[in-house]
């Protein structure tokens, strides 16, 4: 039987350490459980603030790196040492401290930077080769999907009004006008990301703290974040700190492994 998605699970902390620590220990969690079950352990990672509030890994022994596989919820069409790029990012942040294989990280192909059709179709047959041969589902099913949301509500790179957010068959779709700079990005599509096992949105600081409120509390809105309801089993996560969660009235849940 078709079954709704369930509703979202908030976790909301005093502090940015205990966020950070609880994260940790929530991917840790799943990491194990999912490296049980098929040996390897699917992420999709954001950019912007997201891959500081992966700190609590640094150093954590429980972290199997060598079963990860890691690709971008969204990336920027720049070169991979570019200033603007999510892989840049991550790396400086996490990846370059820590001991995962380089061949575990899925970054867009910047030969193809000149042309997002083709940047974006290798990217999807990236995914591809990764899922569809030893799963052949529809689509990908990420163990963990780590989303950040951005002041217009957007998340990844779908932002508000944009076509993309009707895309219903593609695994990874470009833009060429994102209104935040830079302009042309690929992203995974809401298929993709509403198919995962698990997905987490990390929002910190009293700068969220209005669009928080509206994304949970105004779903019906429908900004981009809010779309994001997984399907049935899959479950949402939202670790954010009590900054960001002030003016939210959608129920907090303790938070627990
Ligand atoms: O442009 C982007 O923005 C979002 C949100 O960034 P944040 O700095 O407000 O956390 C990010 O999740 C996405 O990966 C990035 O490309």
Known sequence: MHQPPSAPILNSFPSANELVESLAAFIVKLQKDSIDKKGRFTVAISGGSLPKQLKGLIGNASVKWDKWQVFYADERAVPLDHPDSNHKLCFDELFSKVPIPSTNIHTLDPSFIEDLEELSDHYEKELIREFAQKDSARFPVFDLILLGIGPDGHTASLFPGH?????????????????????????????????????????????????????????????????????????????????ASAKVQYPRTPFRL
Request: hydrophobic share 40%; glycine share 4%.
């Open 163 to 243: 076509e993309l957010l009707a895309e219903e068959d593609r695994w990874v779709a470009y833009i060429e006008d994102s209104p935040k700079p830079p302009p042309k990005r690929i992203t995974l599509t809401y298929p993709v990301i509403n198919h995962a096992a698990q997905v987490a949105f990390v929002a910190t600081g009293e700068g969220k703290v209005d669009m928080l409120s509206n994304i949970l509390d105004k779903p019906e809105e429908g900004l981009p974040a809010s779309r994001v309801k997984p399907v049935y089993p899959g479950q949402l996560y939202w670790f954010v700190d009590d900054a």
